[in-house]
């Protein structure tokens, strides 16, 4: 059995920066697990820029960004296990892990979860058709050409507009394929607005709103797919099918927490954000356990993955330090136009502003965000536009808290 | 050299039919169209061993079922193949369903079936309390149970291997000719095979290889059915395989554990153009959703991990035909092997080699043969503290390449190495796992076509998800 104080699971954005947070605040003896041979999770295959203008104030790429946080583990000491995979976590905070030396156990004060999140795949889409070779997710293509060198296909079409798959579209042109479509099945895009401008305007790449892959075609080798508009229940208006010759399709539908190991320490989920119930010290309902990143909620922007993990790294030193707040809790709830909020629950003893974060259901002009507890309200903000793609910060400020009498709603009001 | 006996098809049929004929001195080659063994209807069905109350008396499907449940328990067994007798529900909706039930029940009896019992809708809900409160009475048949279909084709071909069967993969018969006694089977490729008997375990395209010996007896009607597969979040749902009254057109669609602990609903029954078509459809899934949850309505289909679809090769009189052709002597057909085919392959196998031996073919044990395999699936059946030993001996197991199924290195490459050897990512699939979860691959695949590509000493550019012509990758950047 190995002890330590913390023990962080995962070695990307999230976990380095918990990890760095917690050695910060004092607790030393930190481990990081992770199952690749280098940090930086994800970040290693983003190698386009538009990583760190808001933490770190520059325009990084993934592994340049990766780079800063793994300088700083790397200077504090920070013990990594690397080709280290996590297979089980209790709630009484033992993790049994598995690299090429044999089956590690590791027993922590805290426990912090950092694994990220994986790709929703062709399988959970039921697109209807063949099964042939040149599907893949964004990310698994990304890899594929980022990594190993190898570009996956010439004649492309990519289904679902999230963040990866509009790189990859850009990607894939600068490496002389030919993107033909961006099919998104919802009537606006999940991903960010700079994104469809510089991946997609840029290369004169079409993007179809409301429209989707209804089948794919080929037998070894996809041959085309019939893409068709959908209507408002999402499904198929026949009489637009239309085929489009390509020999991959891309799929980016959407991220998934991977949340495996939260489930077996029994930790409770949230079925919107499918990823753990935290409080705004992104604690679990059990004690000693967090988690962050996009592990827990899928986030828009790295830089505030970072913010997030410094937030359970913190928190987690003072756990481990016996300061952490405890007492009682209210819950947040998403009201009208808003699809979540997390932290799911708050303190209202908490000594510091509290932000709450959140996603919208769907685009909207400009609105007035709320922030109610019974009939007080404790902030409000204004956005001149938002979109479910992005994510969404606000504040309480903690002078407010007294104000606290029951549940905090969230909600905006088109203004 | 010529082979004692050709068998063309490397489905669970020419694979067990293979292991039992290397219980004898005699050379043995199969034949296979497809990069890899168990690529038709073999690798999708749904992995049902039927009781045998369904087939019509005195039927070779009646005689072979009923006869071969317990064999195939045994061989499954023997080959460490999971193998579970959960037992099967057959239920009715309403009166006029519950006669069938009496009549499924009577025919089971007259069939030999053992186990069968009449439940009514409540007791049978004692026991799977999620089963639909519509359901009034139910067909309760304890011998019935669930196999993997792809695992035990890879286990009877890899066990056949071991005793010294050949396998030929890539080779897709094109021509049959018969001189002096002796058949010549050649390949498009032009690549020939000669032996003495050949047995056709085509499949869906038994028929062609039929008709290569101008044998036009019989057509094969390819039947589609389509399935979803569900996390295995769904997996607990029930523990009995779920069936509806059967049709005309099938046993109707079903709600299934599977042996790995995923939850099956399907199939449909379409006829479909060829047994190539194994395209899944937006009716067809809508079917599925909609008939699983009629036995089983608390079925979450936000769980599905994938779609796909597998082709029955039925014939218009309805049952299996396995006999000498009468077009040409020494060429045994093993035809219209649908359900309860895989129910039936060991003793299909049996009965086979006791026409073989009819016709001429001398059978001499083989002292050497070794009926049992090593379970490729020994690692993830391991406790934390047997794991932990063995990495230490073989640190590749202790890298974890597939993590939705937590399938490591040394199980990847031990699947490459084992008869019948993987050469594709799908063979690399359905040996381990690896790429079956939630992510379908997305994290794993470009691990394991590394791994394919070093053991193979091939570039990247050349490993294929099954075969020539599904190339993963384009070109080198």
Do not use: W
């Amino acid at each position: 059995m190995i002890e330590c104080d913390i023990l962080v699971v995962g070695g990307g954005p999230a976990g380095m920066a918990a990890a760095v947070a917690a050695y910060d605040s004092g607790v030393k003896d930190v481990i990081i697990l992770d199952r690749e041979p280098e940090l930086g999770g994800i970040l290693r295959q983003c190698i386009h820029n538009g990583f760190g203008l808001h933490k770190l104030g520059a325009e990084l790429t993934g592994p340049e960004y990766a780079a800063v946080y793994k300088d700083m583990v790397t200077e504090r000491g920070i013990k990594v296990y690397y080709e280290t995979m996590a297979l089980d976590v209790t709630n009484d905070k033992i993790v049994t892990a598995t690299n090429r030396n044999g089956i590690l156990n590791f027993k922590a004060k805290a426990v912090i979860l950092a694994m990220g999140c994986r790709e929703r795949s062709r399988g959970a889409l039921n697109i209807s058709g063949s099964r042939p070779a040149g599907i893949y997710s964004a990310g698994a293509a990304q890899k594929l050409m980022n990594c190993e060198g190898y570009s996956v296909g010439k004649k492309v079409v990519i289904l679902g507009s999230g963040d990866i798959g509009l790189i990859m579209a850009r990607r894939m042109s600068l490496e002389g394929a030919k993107v033909e479509a961006v099919c998104e099945l919802m009537s606006y895009s999940g991903g960010l607005t700079r994104n469809i401008v510089q991946c997609l305007e840029d290369f004169g790449i079409p993007l179809y709103l409301s429209t989707t892959v209804a089948e794919i075609h080929g037998d070894k080798r996809l041959e085309g797919v019939t893409i068709a508009q959908v209507d408002e229940n999402r499904r198929v208006i026949e009489e637009t099918k239309r085929y489009i010759e390509c020999d991959t399709l891309l799929l980016s539908v959407g991220l998934i927490p991977e949340n495996e190991l939260t489930k077996m320490a029994g930790i409770e989920m949230s079925a919107v954000t499918s990823g753990a119930l935290v409080d705004e010290n992104r604690q679990t309902e059990v004690d000693g356990i967090f988690a962050c990143g996009n592990v827990l909620q899928v986030h828009d922007l790295v830089d505030y993955v970072s913010d997030e993990a410094e937030i359970a790294g913190n928190a987690a030193a003072k756990f481990v330090n016996g300061t952490l707040e405890k007492g009682e809790t209210v819950n947040t709830t998403a009201g009208n136009g808003v699809r979540y909020v997390l932290p799911q629950r708050v303190h209202k003893t908490s000594k510091e502003d509290i932000a709450l974060f959140m996603r919208v259901t769907e685009p909207f002009g400009k609105v007035r965000f709320t922030v109610k507890s019974g009939e007080e309200v404790l902030a409000t903000a204004v956005r001149l536009k938002v979109a479910p793609g992005e994510m969404e910060k606000i504040l309480i400020k903690k002078e407010k808290f007294e104000l606290i009498n029951g549940d905090i709603i969230v909600s905006l009001e088109e203004i | 050299m010529i082979y004692d006996v050709v068998i063309v098809g490397a489905g669970v049929i020419g694979g067990m039919l293979a292991r039992e004929l290397s219980k004898y001195n005699l050379s043995i080659c199969v034949l296979e169209r497809d990069n890899d063994v168990a690529c038709g209807a073999s690798k999708a069905n749904s992995g049902i061993v039927h009781g045998g109350f369904d087939p019509e008396p005195d039927t070779l499907k009646a005689k072979l079922n009923v006869e071969g449940v317990e064999k195939l328990f045994e061989t499954a067994k023997m080959l460490n193949v999971p193998i579970k007798r959960n037992g099967s529900f057959v239920c009715a909706f309403g009166e006029d369903e519950n006669e069938a039930i009496t009549e499924l029940y009577e025919r089971g009896i007259k069939n030999g079936v053992e186990g069968l019992k009449i439940l009514s809708g409540d007791e049978a809900r004692k026991e799977e309390p999620l089963l639909s409160d519509k359901i009034t009475s139910v067909l309760s048949v304890s011998n019935a149970g669930i196999v993997c279909p792809y695992d035990l084709t890879v286990a009877a071909i890899g066990n056949a291997m071991d005793n010294d069967v050949q396998l030929k993969c890539n080779f897709e018969v094109s021509e049959i000719a018969k001189n002096d006694g002796i058949f010549t089977v050649t390949a498009i490729s032009g690549e020939e095979v000669k032996a003495k008997y050949v047995v056709n375990c085509a499949g869906g395209n038994s028929d062609k290889i039929a008709k290569m010996v101008g044998d036009n007896s019989f057509d094969i009607i390819p039947r589609a059915g389509e399935y979803l597969l569900l996390d295995k979040a769904e997996g607990t749902r029930v523990s009995h395989t779920i069936f509806q009254v059967p049709s005309k057109e099938g046993k109707g669609i079903l709600v299934s554990p599977t042996v790995d602990g995923n939850l099956l609903t399907g199939p449909t029954a379409c006829v479909v153009d060829c047994a190539e078509n194994k395209c899944t459809t937006i009716e067809g899934m809508n079917t599925v959703i909609k008939l699983a949850a009629k036995s089983v309505p608390s079925v979450n289909f936000r769980n599905v991990i994938t779609s796909f679809c597998g082709v029955r090769s039925s014939e218009k009189n309805g049952d299996f035909i396995i006999e000498e052709s009468k077009a040409q002597k020494g060429f045994v057909n093993v035809a219209a092997i649908d359900s309860p085919g895989l129910s039936s392959c060991v003793a299909i196998a049996e009965y086979t080699v006791d026409i073989l031996k009819s016709i001429g073919l001398s059978l001499v044990e083989n002292k050497n043969f070794n009926g049992s395999r090593e379970n490729p699936h020994f690692f993830r059946e391991m406790s934390y503290e047997q794991k932990n030993e063995y990495i230490k001996e073989h640190p590749a197991f202790g890298k974890i390449i597939c993590r939705c199924e937590t399938v490591s290195e040394g199980e990847i490459l031990a699947a490459i190495k084992r008869n019948p050897p993987a050469t594709d990512i799908d063979g690399v699939k359905r040996r381990t796992r690896s790429g079956m979860g939630r992510c379908q691959g997305g994290f794993c695949g470009p691990y394991v076509m590394k791994l394919i590509a070093e053991q193979n000493n091939i570039p990247l550019t050349k490993v294929t998800k099954n075969g020539k012509g599904s190339e993963m990758v384009a070109d080198k950047i």
